[in-house]
């Protein structure tokens, strides 16, 4: 590379050939050249060491043969530094990724260079973005690039091909029913004897967080936070608390960290670490009445705001603790600046999301009786509120948005089941049912037995939506084996529903020798997912795309 630096632009003979073959290829109808695509030799792939570099070195002005020397694809089209100088200077503005005006090799051409090799968030922009730029931010240049560059050579372009990696399929018509295999798993630790998830979060680098404790409250328990990369390697992990009554409920990423939501001594927590260790930023705790935690939090404009509950009557119940609901208005260093009681309108706060400068809030309401789902402006003004259940005991955990702002809850129900069975709900944006449905006992067992209890969901490019639950027993007095493994050993539970509520493929994921639950999941650029499972530890498991 400092050898190619250092060579001037090419002979004026050569400079004189590219103008003649940019004036003949001028006169081509300008529709011809509406698509550009990074494949700059044409061989159709789009690599870093080929592409990338021929971009790079066009930039730092060279031509002729240090343009193109041992850089050109083997079933390249284009090969010939003349035809590749002419097309990447008819499609400088394309190659602009910062958007600045202006092509430069240490801003544009890192970043292309970055994002081939696969670099995200702020190992993809750090020192490349120019004084002048309009795209700034990870995700501009991120969703810029996809728009010039086919990597799986399909012939669709990254932002319109649903699965980017995949060249045997680019959208919906291509999708089979069968259900994900598992590509790897990993298992963390905290200081505890046991530790347990409860909240998985894709990272804008690639990588994934998961959020829980480790040991168990009211009396051993640290929050307990885990980064890992797209690998399942371990980054880092942060212990926070000294053993007693902690919570890790939730978080967030902001550009400058990660915002962890909880309890800390049971008072509610809102926590700023650092990215790149895990290291503590500022650790905020308020004592906003009895014992109190905040579940979720979500970012403002001028803060945060976080939901969760106070008074909790039942302070060892990590998940209903018959307490009164709240929401905090949280300033950006973590300082509260107003708490409301919205305990006539959910008694349990669960989740809560921005969404076209709206705040929806799920979770349960009083006596956890049925799934509570609130609309508010972003001052927290009520406007309106929705319940749903059946003829007993609804619990909702798991809540996420469509592409469309259509809204999904899912949880486990005791409503005309034999047992706990998974329920999810999708309704419009107004909270009108679209559609609901009970499944459960995907092992075939005995269901007086088998509890099927729901933590997460995801809403998916069809319109459906993907539930992780874990399945198995709990009773002494039950124990039933057959081909798919025993009742009392615990499964994740995966069902993905398709846009009207049809059941696409339901699958179970295990290991005989220990219990694995579902707690959490999160998807991937590339549609596979990523399951957050308590086995005993921090569990991560990458399973291949899920549609």
Same mark, same amino acid.
């Given at each position: 590379m400092i050898g190619d630096i250092k060579i001037l632009r090419a002979?004026?003979? $050569?400079? *004189?050939? =590219?103008?003649?073959?940019?004036?003949?290829?001028?006169l081509v109808p300008e529709n011809s050249f509406s698509s550009f695509q990074l494949d700059v030799d044409d061989d159709k792939q789009t690599h870093a060491l080929s592409d990338g570099l021929i971009v790079i070195r066009y930039m730092f002005g060279l031509s002729n043969e240090q343009l193109i020397k041992n850089v050109i694809g083997t079933d390249a089209n284009r090969t010939s530094s003349e035809e590749i100088e002419v097309y990447l200077s008819i499609n400088e503005d394309k190659i602009d990724v910062d958007n600045d005006g202006s092509i430069d090799a240490l801003t544009d051409g890192l970043l292309i260079l970055r994002d081939l090799f696969g670099l995200t968030g702020d190992f993809l922009i750090d020192g490349a973005i120019s004084e002048n730029a309009s795209r700034t931010t990870a995700t501009q240049i991120s969703d810029y690039m996809q728009t010039i560059k086919d990597s799986d050579a399909d012939g669709v372009f990254d932002f319109e091909d649903i699965f980017p990696l995949d060249p045997s399929k680019s959208d919906l018509s291509d999708v089979s029913g069968e259900p994900p295999n598992i590509e790897w798993n990993i298992s963390i630790s905290g200081s505890q004897e046991e530790s347990h998830g409860h909240f998985i979060m894709p990272c804008s680098d690639g990588g994934f967080l998961q959020v829980g404790e480790t040991g168990f409250i009211p009396n051993n328990a640290k929050i307990l936070i885990v980064k890992i990369n797209d690998f399942g390697q371990l980054l880092w992990k942060t212990e926070l608390g000294t053993l007693g009554h902690n919570l890790g409920n939730s978080s967030?990423?902001?550009?400058? @960290?990660? *915002? !962890?939501?909880?309890?800390?001594?049971?008072?509610?927590?809102?926590?700023?670490?650092?990215?790149?260790?895990? $290291? =503590?930023?500022?650790?905020?705790?308020?004592?906003? #009445? @009895?014992?109190?935690?905040?579940? $979720? !939090?979500?970012?403002? %404009?001028d803060g945060f705001v976080a939901v969760g509950y106070n008074f909790a009557e039942d302070r060892e119940n990590t998940f209903f603790t018959e307490g009164q609901g709240i929401m905090s208005f949280i300033n950006d260093n973590g300082s509260i600046r107003e708490t409301k009681n919205i305990n006539s309108l959910i008694a349990h706060p669960y989740r809560i999301k921005n969404f076209n400068n709206e705040l929806i809030i799920s979770g349960l309401s009083e006596e956890a009786r049925d799934y509570s789902l609130i609309k508010s402006d972003l001052e927290g003004n009520m406007m309106w509120h929705r319940e749903f259940g059946g003829n007993s005991y609804d619990h909702n955990f798991a809540f996420d948005i469509g592409a469309d702002g259509s809204f999904f809850l899912s949880g486990h129900t005791l409503s005309d089941t034999q047992n706990w069975d998974t329920y999810t709900v999708k309704l419009t944006n107004d909270g009108t049912i679209l559609w609901t449905r009970t499944v459960g006992n995907p092992r075939g067992f005995d269901a007086r037995y088998i509890h099927d209890e729901a933590w997460g969901i995801r809403a998916t490019l069809d319109g #459906? %939506?993907? !539930?992780? %639950? @874990?399945? @198995?027993?709990?009773?002494? $007095?039950?124990s039933e084996c057959n081909s798919l493994g025993c009742s009392d050993r615990w499964r994740v539970y995966l069902i993905k529903f398709d846009a009207n509520g049809d059941i696409l493929w339901q699958t179970t994921y295990g290991d005989e020798q220990i219990d694995w639950a579902g707690e959490a999941i999160c998807l991937t650029k590339n549609n596979s997912a990523v399951m957050a499972i308590d086995n005993g530890q921090f569990g991560f498991v990458k399973i291949s795309p899920i549609m």
């Open positions: 002979s004026v003979q $050569s400079k *004189i050939l =590219v103008f003649f073959l940019f004036l003949l290829i001028s967030i990423e902001l550009d400058d @960290g990660y *915002i !962890v939501v909880g309890a800390i001594n049971e008072d509610s927590a809102i926590i700023k670490l650092d990215k790149d260790d895990g $290291s =503590v930023i500022f650790t905020k705790t308020n004592n906003l #009445g @009895g014992s109190d935690a905040f579940e $979720s !939090v979500t970012k403002l %404009a #459906g %939506a993907l !539930v992780i %639950a @874990g399945t @198995g027993d709990e009773y002494e $007095s039950y």
